[in-house]
């Protein structure tokens, strides 16, 4: 009996140090691969970029100050795409905008198309050259047979009213021969715009020892995520539906600004950009997506839905970093092919048009 029990002993501790020992090269693993399932929010060092109240345009939500730069930097590089710093600069032009100068007024036998927009048309987190904006510029630029010019108007924290405000304020002054709205569901004030993300990050990153495991966090974040996760998600939508006012005006400000740019001899489109969230059957804002085109298209605008082209996707695969959600270069790559094969299906840009 005593031998029985020494032997089951030994087998027991035998079977214990092999589940630490491999529990401790999965960490060890983890923590050189920079794998986790807890993030710190990423610093944004902006606000001397940052156009005060006072020197924004009226009715306008945020506005970068030309000539600037800034920095946003993560605690990880885990797909080895930003700098040596965990993150990226940008620069502020003359304008006011992402990227290099360019002159106000068109050259002459220029194409020129504004995109307005927000965070994701202004490329949080990703670079200049990878930008949705600059791969369809390249694009369009491949099968045209005249100059195709196109401005990033985009924004971090705009929503639809500030879109159109500046369009009709000064967006014009840039003479774009067509005006690309992209439209992201946050684009309608119905919760805090910048907290969506970290709330739903914060409803499934683990709390207590866990926190302190590089592969036991990232093991509970990736199950937690389908359930914690999913659950903070439908209260938004269901909360945001709701919210049947705010959509009605969003949809105004949208259609509004059709017939500023008709008024300056601009075409106008929308793109309706999905969130990086369950991209398949089960994405829980399609309800919001046909709305929303649906309104659209009874308005007279070419509406472009981009959940078609990232359906089946990973959708952790194209944030930018697991602390954010926005999209990263692969997203975007996917969203200016789809926006170019747009633009040419609803003849948008073509010879004839004003710029050829």
Known sequence: MGETMRGLTGKLLLSLFAVLFTAGLLEGAFRLLDLRGVHRNRSRDWNHALLSPKERLPGVWMQFRPNTSFRLDYDSNPRGYFDRDN?????????????????????????????????????EGVKWEDTFVKRLERLLAAGAGSE????????SGWTSKSEVRFLEQAG????????????????????????????FRTAYEPEGILRHSYFASWIYAR?????QGQRYVEALVEGALQQRGRWEKMLSELLAGKRIAAEAGAGYAVVIFPFMYRLDESYPFAVIHRMVEAALREGGIPVLDLFPAFEGESYTRLWVHPSDQHPNDRA?????RAMGEFLETERLVEPGQRGF
């Open 87 to 123: 993150g990226l600069s940008y620069r502020i032009n003359r304008h006011g905008f992402r990227g290099p100068d360019f002159e106000r007024r068109k050259a002459a036998g220029t194409f020129r198309i504004a995109v307005l927009g927000d965070s994701f048309t202004f490329g």
């Open 148 to 155: 195709i010019e196109i401005l990033n108007l985009g924004v």
């Open 172 to 199: 014009l002054d840039f003479e774009p021969d067509l005006v690309l709205v992209v439209y992201v569901l946050n684009d309608t004030k119905y919760l805090p715009r910048l907290e969506v993300w970290e709330g």
């Open 223 to 227: 199950v937690a995520r389908h359930v």
């Open 332 to 336: 975007h790559e996917i969203a200016a």
